[in-house]
């Protein structure tokens, strides 16, 4: 990477750290270091939401699943305008209410203890995981491209979240949130107007739109009523809206953003903000996505993306094999640029040609795929414990490849703000919940402010070095993004039953609800481990089952 870059790269996440630290140290108390002081405006609200939910895997992994499989994965996204709502009306006035610190702390006003413990601990194991994987996912790709120490990476990521998070707490993470979402934004809008600039000068825009349309890449809505299918229009706005409600309306490191704001009225506008901006932003970053899945049918491209894949095969066994595929690689992109350009002139004069033209290009879109598939053989004959999907190094591989200097810099100072930001408000949200729910609530000993606000931010340095520890240890899923909200929607469903149990049905007491909630997690992680349905669905479904388990218990504890 040349220098210039280098130098872009550590001034602008330099100045993130450094400015952080030094506009927010020197918290007075625990309601300053875990509340902000209250001070926060919506749109700062909003702005911190959205870098919460908006990780390195985000940028790393969209564009590819755009790349691979079209615009379909927005579909996810539809249920978050929905709970924005929902938890507007219902939640925030009651945690504004109560000035509670965490969401749990309601469950032991509404249930017990132990209920409260139970869920916050809930949180802890499946946030906790999720902090060292939102470490992992841009250190593993950017180790893999750049060639540096994956561990380096880990603790370098690591290490810069934790100077500024433990020092400034939820303010900290707040005021370099909105720096992070400015060089996110700066950074994906000038990636999306240079992938067009570098299109054939026959092929503007809307040529390539049409070409993407040909390929099956702008297939936005599935209304089918497929359970097998994983991203549907239904999936996306029923089960989308159980994982947005349990995520925005019961995990710490989203509430926490909120209860930040001056008032109830500022939390409603900073919720309403992201649900109205969020569709359009995951809308504009698979459309990246297209864009380069459009620029790679007039540029030649690897037959995996993945450097480490390319390396197994040299010296193997397959290696010739794998040479003769690319050369078969190399004759069907040839034909694809011409057959591209000629189905783009074909619909600029109307001609009657151009159907013909999409079906050649769909029957050279398949053989490419076959192609891919069969060098993914010869990957895994070449060396096993190799990673062949090849997802989350699309969008790596044309940045590197294809931006000028510089550019190439702040491109990757866009995956590292968005990996910081994320683990930031992971780290902010494990130290209040530890702090708050287990250590202070269950310490018989009276202590003073001073205190707790030490023991936050002990908490808050022990929960970075265990997110450093699970990113060191942690392997390559079959979609980073995807893995995470598998990871959410394991633990969302039941954690937001009991919520929705607390809220509107007060004839459930606390035993049945706590002993609901145990029975549904080992019924959802059975039902995850033996794919009874795609991931999504299970947000609803162990909502449903605790809220229906609980109500049977206390039926039959009535009756007795």
């Given at each position: 990477m040349h220098y210039l870059d280098l130098i872009v790269l550590f001034s602008t996440l330099g100045f993130i750290v450094i400015y952080g630290y030094y506009q927010t140290r020197g918290s007075k108390n625990v309601s300053d270091y875990l509340k902000g002081g209250n001070q926060a405006k919506w749109y700062t609200v909003g702005l911190s939401v959205m870098a919460t939910q908006a990780s390195a895997i985000t940028f790393l992994s969209t564009p590819g699943q755009a790349f691979h499989s079209g615009m379909g994965f927005v579909q996810f996204y539809l249920g978050v305008p929905v709970a924005m709502v929902i938890i507007s009306m219902v939640f925030i006035p009651i945690y504004h209410r109560l000035k509670v610190y965490t969401a749990y702390e309601y469950l032991e006003d509404r249930f017990d203890l132990k209920t409260r413990t139970l869920t916050a601990i809930l949180f802890l194991v499946q946030r906790g995981v999720a902090a060292g994987i939102t470490i992992f996912a841009p250190a593993i790709v950017l180790s893999a491209v750049l060639g540096w120490e994956l561990a380096t990476l880990n603790i370098l990521i690591g290490v810069l979240v934790i100077i500024y998070t433990v020092s400034g707490g939820t303010k900290a993470v707040s005021l370099t949130q909105k720096q992070q979402m400015a060089v996110i934004f700066v950074g994906m809008l000038t990636a999306f107007f240079l992938i067009t600039s570098y299109l054939p000068d026959e092929i503007g825009f809307s040529n390539a739109l049409e070409i993407a349309g040909a390929n099956g890449k702008l297939e936005v809505l599935d209304f089918s009523f497929d359970f097998e299918n994983r991203y549907t229009f239904w999936s996306g706005l029923i089960g989308g809206s159980f994982l947005a409600l349990s995520y925005f309306g019961?995990?710490?490191?989203?509430?926490?953003?909120?209860?930040?704001?001056?008032?109830?009225?500022?939390?409603?506008?900073?919720?309403?903000?992201?649900?109205?901006?969020?569709?359009?932003?995951?809308?504009?970053?698979l459309l990246v996505g297209v864009m380069v899945f459009i620029f790679y049918q007039f540029n030649p491209t690897p037959l995996n993306f993945n450097p480490a894949a390319e390396a197994a095969i040299e010296n193997s066994s397959v290696e010739q094999e794998y040479k003769d595929l690319q050369q078969e690689l190399t004759n069907n992109e040839a034909e694809k640029a011409k057959t591209s350009l000629a189905f783009a002139e074909a619909k600029k004069a109307n001609n009657e040609n151009a159907e013909q033209l999409k079906t050649q290009l769909v029957n050279l879109e398949t053989e490419n795929k076959s192609i891919r598939e069969a060098a993914n053989s010869l990957i895994n004959k070449a060396d096993p414990d190799i990673e062949t999907n090849d997802k989350d190094y699309v969008f790596i591989h044309f940045i590197l490849n294809n931006l000028p200097r510089g550019l190439i810099g702040l491109l990757l100072a866009v995956i590292l703000s968005a990996a910081m930001s994320s683990t930031a408000s992971e780290l902010n949200s494990l130290a209040s919940t530890t702090a708050m729910d287990l250590y202070k609530r269950n310490n018989k000993t009276e202590h003073s402010e001073k205190h707790y606000l030490n023991a936050s931010k002990l908490f808050t340095l022990a929960w970075g070095i265990f997110a450093i520890g699970v990113a060191s240890v942690a392997n390559l899923f079959d979609n980073l993004i995807q893995l995470v909200n598998i990871i959410g929607s394991i633990f969302y469903g039941n954690v937001l039953g009991i919520f929705l149990l607390g809220f509107f049905v007060k004839y459930v007491k606390s035993k049945a609800t706590f002993t609901a909630a145990i029975i549904t997690q080992a019924i959802v992680v059975s039902g995850w481990w033996q794919e009874w349905m795609p991931y999504l669905w299970l947000n609803l479904f162990g909502c449903a089952l605790v809220m229906g388990i609980a109500l049977l218990l206390q039926s039959f504890e009535n009756k007795n």
């Open positions: 019961t995990d710490q490191s989203q509430v926490q953003r909120y209860l930040s704001a001056s008032s109830v009225r500022e939390s409603q506008m900073g919720l309403i903000f992201n649900g109205l901006l969020k569709v359009p932003m995951q809308f504009f970053i």
